[in-house]
């Protein structure tokens, strides 16, 4: 007897989080770019992770559930912290700072081709042809975003394999979150996970920007804006969409779901960042669209 379709594809009010995720993560790719013009890349981070995690597990509290994890539960919950946090946040920070905000965007949400490749491996998770067309169109319009700009990923090769790493480490983040299911509350995790995946940034940000309380004192207006935009939303609300939707949805349908996100980052990069739209964004927004349809309709049984 095979799997309820709703188990294959995203339930009605799970577009809901596919649509936040876009907007908030989206648009977050040029304000990183304004925090870390502002603050050294660990110490920008090291500011917003910890009050955004704080604030998940104060809403866990309030909302009556356990913060508590079972000692058992530590080992695996410090390694998903270490890939889905650390390693994603420490080399996106750096990535983007060699790299235009669209262009880091794009790099950043080939998520989907890597994800689905390690639930192939780690889960063997089933891979419908609707849903391998969707992967392949969605992928197009990726391509068709990064067009002439692989010449200028020629130019800064260091940046752009920050990002696929970061990429790579978030995919893998996302497959053992599915494998291993922790049976702790939503809040109680993703603020568990920020809080144990911000120490290691926060301890190496001293080494690397010797006068983080000077930059601290001297920030912009707009720095100041990217910082609480990531503490209250790139940081506490789509944390939480996110990590709702990879535990509880198959591997593919949730990487789909991200890749609305590159192309409101290009969008936005060229609305904050004064770069102009094309004929490949209206394209790429079209073959994301055909995409995501592949996931967000179900499937006849």
Request: proline share 8%.
């Amino acid at each position: 007897m095979g799997a309820p379709a709703a188990q294959h594809a995203l339930p009605a009010k799970g577009l809901t989080l596919v649509v936040l995720l876009a907007l908030v993560w989206g648009c977050n790719w040029p304000v990183l770019k304004l925090g870390v013009a502002g603050l050294a890349p660990l110490t920008f981070r090291a500011v917003t992770l910890p009050f955004a995690a704080l604030g998940l597990l104060a809403i866990a509290k309030f909302s009556a559930e356990s913060i508590r994890i079972p000692s058992q539960w530590w080992p695996r919950v410090a390694i998903l912290a270490l890939l889905n946090i650390t390693a994603w946040n420490w080399l996106i920070l750096f990535g983007i700072q060699q790299m235009a905000a669209g262009r880091a965007a794009i790099l950043a949400y080939t998520l989907p081709i890597w994800s689905v490749l390690l639930s192939l491996w780690l889960l063997h998770e089933p891979i419908s042809p609707r849903k391998l067309a969707g992967l392949l169109v969605g992928m197009a319009g990726m391509a068709v975003l990064l067009g002439d700009e692989i010449v200028n990923l020629r130019r800064t090769p260091v940046g752009a394999l920050l990002i696929i790493g970061a990429a790579i480490s978030w995919a893998l983040g996302t497959v053992l979150l599915r494998r291993w299911a922790p049976p702790l509350p939503q809040n109680t995790l993703t603020g568990w996970m920020m809080l144990l995946g911000w120490a290691p940034l926060a301890a190496a940000a001293p080494l690397l920007d010797p006068h983080p309380f000077a930059s601290l004192a001297a920030m912009s207006g707009a720095t100041w804006f990217a910082v609480i935009y990531n503490i209250f939303f790139a940081g506490t609300v789509a944390y939480w969409a996110w990590f709702r939707m990879a535990r509880t949805l198959p591997v593919v349908v949730s990487s789909l779901s991200s890749l609305p996100v590159p192309v409101v980052g290009v969008i936005s990069g060229m609305l904050m960042l004064g770069e102009r739209p094309g004929p490949a964004e209206f394209i790429a927004l079209a073959l994301v669209l055909a995409s995501l349809a592949a996931v967000l309709v179900p499937e006849r049984r």
